[in-house]
């Protein structure tokens, strides 16, 4: 049991801001109420009205239209107040919507801070310097290549590349018709006599 009491209930998702919409509703709608009931009220009066006046109970009948009269300001006031409730409904609804639109650019300015720690104008310059050197390394290679190739060479390289743009197969240089020289065959080694062991020296010798 002491466990069960002793929990901390869970933070309610509902804000101040929320509690005072909700109130403000409620008000609204109670003065609705009211207002449909003075109406009703009002009929009922004007067609008693014409009733005493039927009657001959004129000086009832223009009491009765007074207290009409006094009931219709009332209204009208009643009226005014509650387009007064909904424009504050309005704003806070829309307040409300304000802050989430400021809470969305606060984060993202906590993102970009983050991200511009991370990556540096420094960094950036310096980047963008490398990458420059490395363009013009590589500009630097290709005007060697360019200068090492001649003119016969140049028209050769843009022939393939037309012919590769085109689907063509590439000429490839003809292969000589003659045929190649023979390479003369070379003698074999002659056959080594086996070595003599000592004792077939001495007989020999002897």
Same mark, same amino acid.
């Given at each position: 049991?002491?466990?069960?009491?002793?929990?901390?209930?869970?933070?309610?998702?509902? !804000? &101040? %801001?929320?509690?005072?919409?909700?109130?403000?509703? $409620?008000?609204?709608?109670? @003065?609705?109420q009211y207002?449909?009931? +003075?109406?009703? $009220?009002?009929?009922?009066?004007?067609?008693?009205?014409? %009733? @005493? =006046?039927?009657?001959?109970?004129?000086?009832?009948? @223009?009491? =009765?239209?007074?207290?009409?009269?006094?009931?219709d300001q009332?209204?009208?006031? !009643?009226?005014? $107040?509650?387009?007064?409730?909904?424009?504050?409904?309005?704003? +806070?609804?829309?307040?409300?919507?304000?802050?989430?639109?400021?809470?969305? @650019?606060?984060?993202?300015?906590?993102?970009?801070?983050?991200?511009?720690?991370?990556?540096? +104008?420094?960094?950036? *310059?310096?980047?963008? &310097?490398?990458?420059? /050197?490395?363009?013009?390394?590589?500009? #630097? +290679? &290709?005007?060697?290549?360019?200068?090492?190739?001649? #003119?016969?060479?140049? &028209?050769?390289?843009? $022939?393939?590349?037309?012919?590769?743009?085109?689907?063509?197969?590439?000429?490839?240089?003809?292969?000589?018709?003659?045929?190649?020289? *023979?390479?003369?065959? %070379?003698? /074999?080694?002659?056959?080594?006599?086996?070595?003599?062991?000592?004792?077939?020296?001495?007989?020999?010798?002897?």
């Amino acid at each position: 049991m002491g466990n069960v009491f002793g929990r901390k209930g869970r933070p309610s998702r509902v !804000t &101040d %801001q929320d509690r005072a919409v909700l109130q403000l509703k $409620q008000q609204r709608d109670k @003065l609705k109420q009211y207002q449909k009931r +003075i109406t009703l $009220q009002l009929e009922k009066e004007r067609s008693l009205a014409k %009733q @005493l =006046l039927k009657d001959g109970k004129k000086e009832r009948a @223009l009491l =009765l239209l007074k207290k009409k009269r006094y009931q219709d300001q009332l209204l009208d006031k !009643t009226e005014n $107040q509650i387009g007064n409730l909904e424009r504050m409904v309005q704003d +806070i609804e829309f307040a409300q919507i304000e802050m989430k639109v400021i809470e969305g @650019l606060k984060t993202g300015n906590e993102c970009l801070k983050k991200m511009h720690e991370v990556m540096s +104008i420094e960094d950036v *310059e310096r980047i963008l &310097d490398e990458a420059q /050197e490395g363009i013009e390394y590589q500009k #630097q +290679i &290709d005007e060697l290549l360019a200068g090492s190739l001649t #003119q016969e060479d140049e &028209d050769a390289v843009l $022939q393939e590349l037309e012919a590769i743009t085109q689907g063509e197969d590439v000429e490839l240089p003809e292969v000589p018709a003659e045929p190649l020289p *023979e390479v003369p065959a %070379q003698p /074999e080694p002659a056959e080594r006599t086996p070595s003599r062991s000592p004792a077939d020296r001495e007989m020999l010798a002897a």
